[in-house]
Nanobody, 123 residues
Framework: QVQLVESGGGLVQAGGSLRLSCAASGRTFSSYMVGWFRQAPGKEREFVSDISRSGSGIDYADSVKGRFTISRDNAKNTVYLQMSSLKPEDTAIYYC????????????????WGQGTQVTVSS
């Protein structure tokens, strides 16, 4: 099993940056695909980005492409989401998730979830 803990959220002005971290327990973290999702109030959880086991395969939602960068450090059991040029519409709770199968943008395909970290972007 994998336990995930997100950190790095906070309040930032539009145009600012934040880096989220997703720290995982377990020695087999490198065998999991990891994704970031977000959920704004009154909206469904949506895909943000995912990264393959080695970090060589990456995908982004169109809404964050060019502004967000996902990366991972398997030696530290951590996945990062660098967020730049933040917009008020990026305000949401951000979750990281892991699955032992393939890279996917479907939340239902992920087996393990963190508790989430709040990101608030003021205009």
């Amino acid at each position: 099993q994998v336990q995930l803990v997100e950190s790095g959220g906070g309040l930032v002005q539009a145009g600012g940056s934040l880096r989220l971290s997703c720290a995982a327990s377990g020695r087999t973290f490198s065998s999991y695909m990891v994704g970031w999702f977000r959920q704004a109030p009154g909206k469904e959880r949506e895909f943000v980005s995912d990264i393959s086991r080695s970090g060589s395969g990456i995908d982004y939602a169109d809404s964050v492409k060019g502004r967000f960068t996902i990366s991972r450090d398997n030696a530290k059991n951590t996945v990062y989401l660098q967020m730049s040029s933040l917009k008020p519409e990026d305000t949401a709770i951000y979750y990281c998730a892991a699955n032992s199968g393939y890279r996917t943008a479907r939340a239902s395909d992920y087996d393990y979830w963190g508790q989430g970290t709040q990101v608030t972007v003021s205009s």
